[in-house]
Structure formats: structure tokens, C-alpha cells
């Protein structure tokens, strides 16, 4: 059985090696350099300290990871977040994205975030490094189209587009509450 949890920097090697296989062998990130483990603590430290960031762990150890960070880092825009998801290649198809997703917008909504955007690559062409089986995962879970960015990375000699897909979690309110980021609950409030 899978277990959710929040993320600790000890977990850095294991989901730097979830990362990398995305790194080295698909276009789903336009990242195309490893990142140090000292690099990946760092940049887990600083999302989690306001954001969520998830692990799932089932019987061979960490499978995947989910977290949020601001949109864009302006006052104005502090109910928005952007999602980020990572399933072990080979642990993909087993309802684990759905899970974590499930787990972060939970979350989410108790900080009060009210829109996530998701940026995903996409091809017109059939390719070997990237399918587009991320669009259809969103679109399962509510997600819409709102943006296509034609050829806006290149990776393994190919040209590759963006889209941007978000959710509504909540009412658009004139005078909305603070968000009230992750540092201010007891992690048992929220998982």
C-alpha cells in the first residue's frame, strides 16, 4: 500500500534519481544538466518551507513526488501556484499521480490557493522522448488548457512546445484571506 508524506531533505538522493531519469530520457522537463544533491536539498528546503512538497512511498521505497511553489513570486498573484509532478518511470499506471495530486490540492485549498497552473511540454509528432499522456492526466483531474507555447525548448535536437493548464479550486472572492502558507499549520492538520 502507498504512503503519502511530507518530503525531508534526506529524501533528496532518492528523488534526485526519480529526476534524472526524467533528465536523461524524456522531454517532460527542459532541464537538461543533473543537479547536485546539495543543489536538490536546497531547492527542496525552499519550497517546503512555504509550500507543500509530497513523497509516495510504497514497498521498494519512494515512487514519485508532487509539490507547489508561487506563481511568479508577486503579492498579487499569491493565490496561484504552479504544480510539479514526478512519478519513478517504472512505477507509472499505478494510480500514484492521482494520489498525490489528490494529497497537494487538499492542502492546497486549506492554505486557501485558489488556481494552479501546470506547465507541460508537448509534441504534435509522435516522439521517443516525450508522450502526451501528461495533458490527458490533467484533463482527467479538471485541469484546462489555457495557453500553447510553439516550439519553446529544445532537447535531444528537437523542438518542443509548452502548454499551461489550470485549475479552480475555489471562489474568486473581491477581498480573498491571506494564504496561509504550510509553515503556519502542524503537518497532521493537513496530511
Same mark, same amino acid.
Not at 516550439?151 to 523542438?159: C, Y
Not at 475555489?170 to 477581498?175: D, K
Not at 480573498?176 to 502558507?181: C, T
Given at each position: 500500500?502507498?504512503?503519502? +508524506? ?27 544538466? *543533473?543537479?547536485?544533491? =546539495?543543489?536538490? %536539498?536546497? +531547492? *527542496? !528546503?525552499?519550497?517546503?518551507? =512555504? $509550500?507543500? $512538497? ?5 514497498? /521498494?521505497?519512494i515512487a514519485g513526488y508532487a509539490y507547489s511553489h508561487d506563481y511568479y513570486g508577486r503579492k498579487a498573484y499569491e493565490w496561484s501556484n504552479e504544480v510539479s509532478i514526478y512519478i519513478s518511470l517504472n512505477k507509472k499506471r499505478k494510480g500514484y499521480g492521482k494520489l498525490l495530486y489528490k494529497a497537494l490540492e ?6 486557501? *490557493? ?7 511540454? $508537448?509534441?504534435?509528432?509522435? /516522439? ?15 485541469? !484546462? !488548457? *489555457?495557453?500553447?507555447? &510553439? ?6 535536437? +528537437?523542438? $518542443? ?5 489550470? &485549475? ?8 480573498? %484571506?491571506?494564504? %496561509? ?11
Amino acid at each position: 500500500m502507498a504512503k503519502i +508524506r511530507f518530503v525531508t531533505e534526506n529524501d533528496a538522493e532518492a528523488i534526485l534519481d526519480i529526476y534524472k531519469e526524467y533528465i536523461n530520457n524524456t522531454a517532460i522537463t527542459f532541464e537538461t544538466e *543533473i543537479p547536485s544533491v =546539495s543543489s536538490f %536539498k536546497e +531547492r *527542496i !528546503k525552499t519550497i517546503s518551507s =512555504s $509550500y507543500p $512538497y509530497l513523497v509516495i512511498e510504497d514497498q /521498494d521505497g519512494i515512487a514519485g513526488y508532487a509539490y507547489s511553489h508561487d506563481y511568479y513570486g508577486r503579492k498579487a498573484y499569491e493565490w496561484s501556484n504552479e504544480v510539479s509532478i514526478y512519478i519513478s518511470l517504472n512505477k507509472k499506471r499505478k494510480g500514484y499521480g492521482k494520489l498525490l495530486y489528490k494529497a497537494l490540492e487538499d492542502i492546497l485549498k486549506k492554505m486557501g *490557493i485558489l488556481n494552479l497552473y501546470a506547465c507541460i511540454a $508537448y509534441t504534435d509528432l509522435p /516522439d521517443p522522448f516525450l508522450t502526451n499522456d501528461s495533458v490527458t492526466f490533467h484533463e482527467v483531474l479538471g485541469y !484546462k !488548457k *489555457i495557453a500553447d507555447f &510553439k516550439n519553446a525548448g529544445n532537447k535531444f535536437g +528537437r523542438w $518542443y512546445s509548452i502548454i499551461w493548464m489550470e &485549475k479552480i479550486l475555489g471562489e474568486h472572492v473581491i477581498n480573498p %484571506k491571506p494564504v %496561509k502558507f504550510i509553515n503556519e499549520f502542524k503537518k497532521e492538520e493537513l496530511l
